[in-house]
């Protein structure tokens, strides 16, 4: 008696070897399961495509300005800014937290959708300097001199302005360290001015010193003078006091002696003894003799008329020239025309020594146009565009992972369906 019943094949035998056409053979045996797991896996990611936020990117390069633009500046010796290091710096100041701050709080009306509520200023600030901007530098290992640039990207939701953003942050930056180089040089230049302004006034002070010592100097020598001139005119008037003293003591002596001999006129030895002699007194002789005679061989009368106009006498002043001499040279002192003329010196500036590089470099830096509102430091090579296409979803990406992996759960799920299935 046999029986009707017939056990199923099984998809698969289970031995100690595989047989892989058994297993393809029954993975297409659940291919509807595939399908139904490639459909979940599309499904998954456009669910995935339409709940993530489409986010857009746009980016600005900038490159070193024209030597032309800063020769301007460089040119004014106290400051120097070459086109690399200017890029440098608007690189910094766009990579300063501090900056990127002052923007967002100065147009919070184009970050409105960063705004969240509950939150902060900084902390909705901060969110979109975290995640939204990035700067891009050049390979160091690459010649500078043919990639020196900026790169600055902005990452941004849909609805937000992100080209006024990115060029507006750009122009903001440029500004602020157009505004700190002004603003540094115009500090430098006043501590330039303020230092030879400086040393102006030393060399005043020190003209005003020297001024006052050749003064003071010029005095002590006229005061020295005169009071040696006075020295000497009282000696002198001394000296010729002391002489005219002896001088009329002389007289009186020679008198004394002539009322002796009774000598009344000028006479000379020859004539007294020829006179006694003969007793004429109306002949005239005259006498050449290399010895001087004694005064009072002058007579008493005009001994005696010396004498008297010796003793009237109240100045000796007129007897030497020496006194008319002082006396000029005291008269002269009386004024120094030196000092008279360092003191109507209207103008000293002009007798300053060695200020004329001082004053030529303060002309120079009054001079300097410190206005550098047009100063360009930085080339915008590109500026920031709208975009064509957002970089975030990436719509096929998504799609074929949602493809590959619902496939790839489908296999799993059919060969854990053949491996696992009772016999």
Request: charge should be neutral; aromatic fraction near 6%.
């Amino acid at each position: 008696m046999s029986s009707s019943f017939r056990a199923p094949p099984l998809p698969v035998q289970m031995s100690d070897e595989v047989d892989l056409a058994a297993i393809v053979k029954a993975i297409w045996h659940q291919k509807r399961l595939l399908t139904t797991s490639v459909i979940v896996g599309l499904l998954c990611a456009g669910v995935g495509i339409f709940l993530s936020t489409t986010e857009y990117q746009v980016s600005s390069i900038l490159r070193p300005a024209a030597l032309n633009e800063l020769d301007a500046l460089n040119r004014s010796e106290i400051y120097s800014l070459p086109p690399a290091e200017a890029l440098t710096r608007i690189g910094a100041s766009l990579e300063s937290y501090e900056t990127r701050l002052e923007f967002f709080r100065s147009n919070q009306k184009l970050f409105e959708a960063f705004v969240r509520p509950g939150q902060t200023l900084e902390q909705s600030f901060e969110a979109f300097n975290h995640n939204s901007v990035n700067i891009i530098l050049p390979d160091p290992n690459i010649s500078e001199s043919l990639t020196t640039y900026i790169k600055i990207q902005l990452n941004y939701p849909q609805g937000v302005d992100g080209v006024s953003i990115l060029n507006g942050f750009v122009d903001y930056a440029v500004l602020k360290e157009r505004a700190q180089i002004s603003s540094d040089l115009t500090v430098i230049v006043n501590n330039r001015l303020n230092e030879l302004k400086g040393k102006l006034m030393a060399a005043r002070a020190a003209y005003d010193t020297e001024k006052e010592a050749k003064i003071v100097s010029l005095l002590e020598a006229d005061s020295l003078a005169r009071a040696k001139l006075e020295d000497e005119l009282s000696a002198l008037r001394a000296q010729l006091k002391t002489e005219r003293g002896n001088r009329v003591s002389q007289l009186s002596e020679a008198i004394s002696i002539a009322q002796k001999l009774g000598i009344r006129k000028p006479s000379t030895p020859s004539s007294i003894s020829e006179s006694e002699r003969t007793g004429a007194n109306n002949i005239m002789r005259t006498e050449v003799n290399n010895q001087q005679n004694p005064m009072y061989f002058l007579g008493v009368e005009a001994l005696e008329a010396e004498r008297n106009a010796l003793l009237q006498r109240k100045s000796d002043d007129f007897s030497t020239n020496r006194i008319a001499q002082i006396a000029k040279e005291l008269a002269m002192l009386k004024s120094n025309r030196e000092i008279e003329v360092l003191n109507r010196r209207k103008n000293e500036d002009l007798f300053l020594s060695g200020v004329q590089p001082l004053r030529t470099e303060i002309t120079r830096l009054k001079n300097l146009n410190l206005d550098m509102s047009g100063l360009k430091l930085a080339t915008v090579d590109k500026q920031a565009l709208e975009p064509l296409n957002p970089i975030k979803p990436q719509k096929a990406l998504i799609i074929v992972l949602g493809v590959v992996l619902g496939l790839l759960a489908g296999l799993f799920i059919a060969l854990a369906r053949i491996f696992f299935k009772p016999r």
